[in-house]
């Protein structure tokens, strides 16, 4: 786990005590919580869970535990760019494999990882909706459709100047 | 309730509805083998993940194994718990959990106490498919000042979890990361030193594996006793002399007070002295400090804090400083026997032999893990030098005793030296839920009315619910106790007295289920209560055999003020027996 220490501004404490309290502060919903904390921080980092552990009267090694345990919390910010490789049984089946490692070799990333330079940041997910188009990469809201590994390098370079 | 019938290996039995497979079958002397389930049913203590899936048994119609942990008996149910098809399953659980697990038995510290080595003997494993190719985790050892965490032998049974979450309100510990990686650790993977943690050793107490294990310290004792220029002093804990005998294959309760103090003999240390020495000095000191409150509060002084609660316990000292930092004027400033021991110890005792303290080490037999915190902490020491040098637990003595070659079974009867060595009935019973407030009750009693007491033994306060009460005449004046033992239950009255509801006048606190007899540093009870309840037994057993039963008695404890201290509360016993806490900051530190 890489670190990432940040400071939490008055005003993102008084964000996840108000998302807190708009579930009554009630222990049964820090999954609800803790998504709608990734919504707005875009990940979740010690410090917001410290603060949710507070207002929800649960131990953070419990909190902890949970966004550990479900794949889609994560403890990493997302780049700028966030890039998604579909790895569902269509994209798979077309090749979605050798465009996740294209892209891990270029970025030099791992899955779950985020750029030094906070501008990529690399997941895979299950399915888009877009099988059609298989195999799909997401960058942001951007939807790349037949993907093949000798594109990935081109897709990246329209990134260069953002 | 309703009771249904139902047949286990072709015998009937009548259980009440909602019984459990495993628990009809342990009524018919059917043993089914369990690994993650655990229960103390006395301290209404379970555990039940149903993760192991070593306890599974074959109903009759039903397609899939139940397991017997967590199936309820169904009226006319037929349960087979040793089918072939049982003990395949069984047998392959096993395989996959010792495919993920370390295979270093010979020089694993739990090495021939872990329940998960009995259970691939049990089961007959003779190897582990695959154990080549499988993936492992690959945790670091993380190592407090008490406990030692090797992740790596965690099989996810989640005892500690439960210990640690349910039964302690501690949160230090939680199910972490998923798969291979799957452990159970403090937020954010930190070390112990960085949670909320107190100690109290519970933990360590019911992992099957090990996965949690002491900081052992006898090397450094074995170190002093060789080094002809030490003078090295022992004390023992009153719970210590009610357990070790397990260790010696003794049945549970058996009293080896003298057999220790030979086998302390034998193994070099110079004096063989007692913690309830110490324990008849902190009810002089605690119990002057109660009346003293109660005194104050009784003429209308609202500076006077009451309830006054016990301070004995180090497990609950850092719990208090943990979650209740803004009562921390409300405990008692008496330090624990252990540290007063070491205060006294390097202090009256080594002016009296005319040794310097630094040449004085002082060992102490606890039944307790977060004694070997407590003898670290900054204020208990002089210019850097310890008061209590080494903590060692109960089980680490025994271990200590086997191997210098001696059995204590066939060890004479040793009688403890003076003068540190001399107890009453009251410091005896200071290993037990009840005993520290019990033996508080004797001497304030008699302080403050000035009469002696009719009764000894109080009744009232004893017993293994978790929070008791009861009300005391002193004659005339009814000081009404309170008594906790497990930090979720001392958090309930600590909660009253935070919100000024609390309508007692004292509260003794033990951090661990049936105090220190239950303590963390204890043999392992693998889940059996009745062990504990036979060493509370032989606690009050020790007690009536005493000439002496109260400590204001102990000449040696008089002779001590006389002497030394002058009286109880003076201005030197404040410096010497006395202390303060601190607040806990939470400290967030994120892994690098």
């Known amino acids: ?162 | 309730m309703e009771t249904i019938t139902l047949t286990i290996d072709n015998k009937k039995v009548d259980v009440p509805r909602g019984t459990t497979i495993l628990k009809a079958a342990r009524q018919l002397g059917i043993d089914i083998p369990t690994l993650c389930y655990m229960e103390l049913h006395d301290m209404n203590i379970e555990n039940r993940p149903a993760g192991c899936r070593i306890c599974v048994t074959e109903v009759q119609g039903r397609r899939n194994l139940a397991p017997a942990c967590a199936t309820k008996c169904e009226d006319g149910m037929v349960v087979k718990t040793h089918t072939t098809r049982v003990l395949n399953a069984r047998r392959t659980v096993m395989e996959f959990i010792l495919s993920d697990h370390p295979k270093d038995c010979l020089i694993c510290p739990k090495s021939g106490n872990c329940e998960l080595q009995s259970m691939a003997h049990k089961l007959g494993i003779r190897e582990i498919p695959g154990a080549e190719i499988a993936a492992m985790s690959t945790y670091r050892k993380d190592t407090s000042p008490s406990i030692i965490r090797d992740l790596d032998k965690c099989i996810m049974c989640r005892r500690c979890e439960m210990m640690c979450n349910d039964v302690q309100t501690v949160g230090a510990l939680s199910a972490v990361n998923r798969g291979f990686m799957a452990a159970v650790a403090p937020a954010f993977e930190q070390n112990l030193e960085h949670s909320p943690c107190t100690y109290c050793g519970q933990c360590v107490a019911v992992c099957p594996t090990g996965a949690l294990t002491e900081v052992d310290h006898t090397p450094e004792v074995l170190r002093v006793l060789a080094d002809p220029t030490k003078t090295v002093v022992v004390q023992t804990a009153p719970a210590v002399r009610a357990a070790l005998g397990e260790e010696f294959g003794m049945k549970p309760g058996t009293l080896v007070t003298g057999k220790m103090v030979t086998a302390l003999r034998a193994l070099g240390f110079d004096y063989v002295f007692d913690t309830d020495f110490a324990a008849d000095l902190t009810i002089m000191e605690e119990g002057t400090e109660l009346l003293d409150r109660l005194n104050r509060y009784l003429k209308g002084d609202k500076t006077a804090r009451l309830p006054i609660l016990t301070s004995c316990c180090p497990g609950w000292v850092n719990f208090f400083e943990y979650y209740f930092p803004d009562l921390k004027e409300v405990p008692s400033t008496a330090k624990s026997p252990q540290q007063m021991f070491g205060a006294i110890a390097k202090s009256y005792f080594a002016e009296k032999i005319k040794v310097n303290r630094k040449d004085l080490v002082v060992v102490s037999i606890m039944p307790c893990l977060a004694k070997k915190y407590e003898c670290q902490r900054d204020e208990f020491s002089v210019d850097g030098n310890r008061d209590v040098d080494f903590s060692i637990s109960t089980r680490e003595l025994a271990a200590f005793i086997k191997q210098a070659n001696l059995d204590l079974n066939n060890l004479e009867e040793g009688e403890f030296d003076a003068p540190l060595g001399e107890s009453t009935g009251a410091g005896v019973i200071f290993g037990t839920t009840g005993g520290v407030i019990e033996a508080a009750v004797r001497t304030a009693y008699e302080i403050h009315t000035g009469k002696k007491l009719d009764r000894i033994d109080f009744t009232e306060l004893r017993g293994l619910e978790g929070v008791r009460q009861a009300a005391i005449d002193f004659d005339g004046l009814e000081v009404r106790i309170g008594i906790a033992h497990g930090l979720g239950n001392a958090r309930k009255l600590l909660n009253d007295v935070r919100e000024g509801k609390s309508q007692f006048h004292a509260i003794e606190v033990m951090a661990c289920p049936g105090g220190c007899i239950g303590g963390g540093g204890q043999p392992l009870h693998h889940g059996n209560s009745e062990i504990i309840k036979a060493r509370a037994a032989a606690i009050y057993e020790e007690d009536r055999k005493k000439p002496l039963r109260k400590s204001h008695e102990n000449p040696f404890i008089i002779k001590l003020y006389e002497e030394f201290l002058g009286k109880p509360n003076s201005e030197k016993a404040h410096h010497l027996l006395h202390t303060k806490y601190f607040e806990k900051k939470k400290k967030i530190i994120v892994k690098q």
């Not at chain 1, 939490?8 to 803790?34: G, H, T, W, Y």
């Not at chain 1, 550990?68 to 997302?78: G, L």
């Not at chain 1, 998604?84 to 990882?113: D, H, N, P, W």
């Open chain 1, 1 to 162: 786990m890489s670190s990432i220490k940040i400071e939490l501004r008055q005003e993102d404490v008084s964000k996840i005590k108000e998302i807190c309290a708009s579930f009554n502060n009630d222990p049964q919903e820090l999954i609800n919580v803790l998504h709608k904390c990734q919504e707005h921080f875009g990940y979740l980092p010690a410090e917001v869970q410290e603060v949710i552990s507070t207002e929800l009267n649960v131990p953070v090694a419990k909190i902890y535990g949970v966004v550990t345990f479900y794949s889609f919390f994560t403890m990493t910010p997302r780049g700028k760019h966030p890039i998604s490789i579909c790895m569902g049984t269509a994209c798979y089946v077309r090749g979605a494999e050798k465009v996740l490692e294209e892209f891990k070799k270029e970025l030099g990333l791992q899955v779950g990882q985020t750029t030094p330079d906070g501008k990529f940041s690399l997941s895979s997910l299950r399915c888009v909706g877009a099988c059609g188009l298989a195999p799909v990469v997401m960058i942001g809201d951007k939807t790349y459709g037949r993907v093949a590994p000798d594109d990935v390098r081109n897709i990246l370079k329209e990134y260069e100047n953002y």
